[in-house]
């Protein structure tokens, strides 16, 4: 009898651990993502096979958020995708600080950001450099959704200052 | 005299028969039918007795070993729990926050240059 509880205890072990990583180590395969999945995430269809099962929720995630975003924002989360994809997990993590600190600012201070990134980015690049500036990654013009994508999506708006 | 041939006599005697008078018959009757019902009772006493059995060895040999590897898979399956939803917590966090920051209107430049946070410092004195 204490032998069968022992064997329940661990089989239990065993397959709870199991069940819960199971949902982990599923990663879906670009041909598995529904067509509307595919239709929001296109900047990502090149790269999608490569990416680890965790980043690959990530963006099931925000294709889920995608129907309910302003147009603006569609437009712009297009765009931004495949640079977003393309930064080092270290320039990810130091953005994602920066928004939060950015959170914290009163919301006179964060609207005047968009005119101070303008007006920054105004400054002769030698000064920006002195001021700890790197040169910036080319961020891809990637035509953001297949042409035939459909009417879900926002058509391709201008960019953005930068 | 062994107790077979005891039983013998006994059956013997009373398979002449008895003159019982009726007080002792009454006394006889009453005996046998306390027994009978006694009977009855353990003959539907086992399956509880089973029961019983099975809880009793449970109880008694569920002893140090079992209890502590018990105790151990369900300290495990605890803990497995908080990391799982440890983990959810801060995927749910991360969408968000890199939901905010791809629909937002400033650039993802600006939240990469360093120069623009010493900038803003800057300027802000």
């Known amino acids: 009898m204490a032998k069968a509880l022992i064997a329940l205890a661990l089989w239990l072990c065993i397959s709870f651990s199991a069940f819960a990583a199971t949902p982990q180590k599923k990663s879906l395969t670009w041909t598995e993502l529904t067509p509307e999945q595919q239709q929001i995430l296109a900047p990502l269809a090149t790269d999608w096979d490569k990416l680890e099962p965790e980043r690959k ?21 297009q765009k931004n995708m495949q640079a977003w994809m393309k930064l080092t997990p270290e320039e990810r993590r130091a953005a994602r600080e920066r928004y939060k600190k950015i959170e914290t600012l009163p919301p006179d201070k964060k609207q005047a950001l968009k005119q101070q990134w303008d007006e920054y980015n105004r400054l002769p690049e030698q000064e920006r450099r002195k001021l700890g500036s790197t ?6 013009a990637t ?20 | 005299m062994n107790e077979q041939q005891i039983a013998y006599r006994i059956k013997q005697i009373l398979s002449r028969g008895l003159d019982l008078d009726s007080e002792k018959l009454s006394r006889l009757k009453f005996a046998r039918e306390g027994a009978l019902a006694r009977q009855r009772v353990e003959s539907n006493a086992p399956a509880l007795a089973w029961a019983s059995n099975v809880f009793g060895r449970l109880g008694s040999s569920f002893s140090f070993v ?56 800057r300027s802000s004195h």
């Open chain 1, 57 to 77: 929720r990530k963006w099931l995630g925000i294709a889920k958020r995608y129907p309910k975003m302003k147009p603006e924002g569609q437009v712009r989360v």
């Open chain 1, 135 to 140: 040169p910036r990654k080319p961020i891809a």
């Open chain 1, 143 to 162: 035509p953001a959704a297949a042409p035939d994508a459909g009417s879900t999506v926002a058509p391709a708006a201008p960019a953005s200052a930068q």
């Open chain 2, 66 to 121: 079992p209890r502590v590897v018990l105790s151990m898979a369900v300290l495990i399956l605890g803990l497995i729990s908080v990391n799982q939803w440890r983990e959810s917590q801060v995927a749910a966090e991360i969408e968000e926050i890199d939901a905010a920051v791809l629909t937002g209107d400033l650039p993802l430049d600006a939240y990469l240059d360093k120069g623009f946070d010493a900038w803003l410092k």
